[in-house]
């Protein structure tokens, strides 16, 4: 809610100017839709084009006190060419950052369309309408993504009165995974062709788990091969830091205080942080419902 309010004020500032280079970023807003990115066109590039003055006139002010009180007013001219900068960061940011999260969505879905499929075909077994299928796989937050692209399947049929093949299309253009947009475009043939909607879902979800398992049994190995290259750097490096430390300081100028100062920050500040992003780094790249 705190996104979409500081998209209407934004709006509401920079309205004009956003509406007259929407025309320049048309494909953008598929991208926006990909990423369920709950905003229009309009409203997204207002709050992109409110976060860079905003980010601009606050650098400005912080470079340019900084500045001004070390260097004087020549200083205004670094402030000003450091805050350009920053506000181009903030830009490309705006462009990246749905892009990213379409990525991000894509790998989600592709992890649990698997088990999201089982249940479909399970639902189509006991003769469940597409719109009824959707409806409560939209209701499965264990799905998670996968759950939000059904809920809008069953809105665009049950609030927007589409039939089921026009609001399966437009699913299927608006998802980030193919493996999703397949499974859609397939379901849609096999209505409009007659088939067995059943007999296809339990295809595809054999299909979509050999894919997983296979992605399960390639992660295990990167796994062991990680947990290896940790305990070489940060295990045994770490013991081989403390010993060299504590040899060359006897060889070294350097005062005893300062080598036990440097181990401490070592092993309570640098392997701590190491870890936590080698944690971060293993859940980037496990399949869903590893971990």
Do not use: C, W
Request: aromatic letters at 10%; glycine letters at 8%; proline letters at 3%.
């Amino acid at each position: 809610m705190e996104l979409k309010r500081y998209a209407e004020i934004a709006y509401e500032q920079f309205g004009g100017l956003a509406l007259d280079v929407v025309p320049y970023f048309q494909d953008f807003n598929m991208t926006l839709n990909k990423a369920n990115i709950k905003l229009s066109l309009p409203e997204y590039i207002a709050l992109a084009i409110a976060s860079v003055f905003l980010s601009f006139g606050f650098m400005f002010a912080m470079f340019g006190t900084i500045f001004v009180l070390g260097s004087g007013l020549s200083g205004l001219v670094s402030a000003l060419m450091l805050s350009i900068v920053v506000s181009g960061i903030v830009a490309a940011l705006a462009y990246v950052i749905p892009l990213l999260k379409v990525n991000n969505r894509a790998t989600v879905i592709r992890d649990m369309l698997p088990f999201a499929v089982m249940y479909l075909s399970t639902l189509a077994g006991t003769g469940s309408s597409i719109s009824e299928m959707f409806e409560n796989l939209a209701k499965v937050d264990e799905y998670g993504e996968v759950s939000e692209e059904a809920k809008k399947i069953h809105r665009d049929i049950d609030t927007f009165g589409m039939d089921v093949n026009e609001a399966l299309r437009r699913g299927a253009q608006r998802t980030p995974s193919e493996d999703f947009e397949e499974l859609l475009r397939g379901m849609e043939h096999i209505l409009t062709t007659g088939g067995s909607v059943r007999e296809f879902l339990r295809e595809r979800a054999a299909k979509l788990m050999d894919d997983y398992e296979r992605r399960i049994e390639k992660f295990a190995d990167q796994l062991g091969l990680l947990v290896e290259m940790y305990i070489t750097i940060v295990v045994v490096g770490s013991i081989i830091f403390t010993a060299m430390s504590a040899i060359m300081s006897s060889f070294t100028g350097f005062a005893p205080g300062f080598i036990v100062a440097l181990q401490a920050i070592l092993i309570f500040i640098g392997l701590p942080l190491i870890s936590g992003m080698f944690i971060l780094f293993i859940k980037g790249i496990a399949p869903g419902g590893i971990m």
